[in-house]
T-cell receptor, first 114, second 116 residues
Framework: AQSVTQLDSQVPVFEEAPVELRCNYS??????LFWYVQYPNQGLQLLLK??????LVKGINGFEAEFNKSQTSFHLRKPSVHISDTAEYFC????????????FGSGTRLLVRP | ETGVTQSPTHLIKTRGQQVTLRCSSQ?????VSWYQQALGQGPQFIFQ???????GRGNFPPRFSGLQFPNYSSELNVNALELDDSALYLC???????????????FGPGTRLTVL
């Protein structure tokens, strides 16, 4: 069975500082990987996805993530955060052969302080 | 192109009651999935509908059921509500399979259900 682990429940950071949100997954088959962002009282918005090819993927709002197969990780990074990046971030995985079912981590709350 | 919409925004029910949540998918999307997001947790997959039939199901009991209609709308029905059913329910409509072999899902804002 697949699972996703987001070890950090909350990450406080000052504005304009870099940030990394960690994600590790477990799966016995090939997977696609995703990061979603959820702002208060809103649904999930796709930040970026890894399907195949280059292990470094770039997404919206200046975020990027690197797929590391040997470490089964897909950490999210941003070189300089803004107050508006304060939100809940979810890492998700889906099997390549049954891509309709997303398995989510428990989320990391990014809190950007001025 | 309109996004995914859900109604109602909030709902309060009592234990044992039944509830129907509604979702309107994006035009051209042929799948709809429902997720349950308990407070402080990530969303959990309930089931997906494709061409008006259930196409896959997560670890939820049969009292969770759904319908998909030809006009891109869908429903999630929950019978015999329990206190633990209190959560944010998210609907996601999905594109047909893309060249990469997956269907991208677009989420609605959710319906927050409180069971007292």
């Amino acid at each position: 069975a697949q699972s996703v682990t987001q070890l950090d429940s909350q990450v406080p950071v000052f504005e304009e500082a870099p940030v990394e949100l960690r994600c590790n997954y477990s799966s016995s088959v090939s997977v696609y990987l995703f990061w979603y962002v959820q702002y208060p009282n809103q649904g999930l918005q796709l930040l970026l996805k890894y399907l195949s090819g280059s292990t470094l993927v770039k997404g919206i709002n200046g975020f990027e993530a690197e797929f590391n197969k040997s470490q089964t990780s897909f950490h999210l990074r941003k070189p300089s955060v803004h107050i508006s990046d304060t939100a809940e971030y979810f890492c998700a995985v889906t099997e390549v052969d049954s891509s309709y079912k997303l398995i989510f981590g428990s989320g990391t709350r990014l809190l950007v302080r001025p | 192109e309109t996004g995914v919409t859900q109604s109602p925004t909030h709902l309060i029910k009592t234990r044992g009651q039944q509830v129907t949540l509604r979702c309107s998918s994006q035009s051209g999307h042929n799948t709809v999935s429902w997720y349950q997001q308990a407070l402080g947790q990530g969303p959990q997959f309930i089931f997906q509908y494709y061409r008006e039939e259930e196409n896959g199901r997560g670890n939820f009991p049969p009292r969770f059921s759904g319908l998909q209609f030809p006009n891109y709308s869908s429903e999630l029905n929950v019978n015999a509500l329990e206190l633990d059913d209190s959560a944010l329910y998210l609907c996601a409509s999905g594109t047909p399979l893309l060249a990469e072999g997956y269907n991208e899902q677009f989420f609605g804002p959710g319906t927050r259900l409180t069971v007292l």
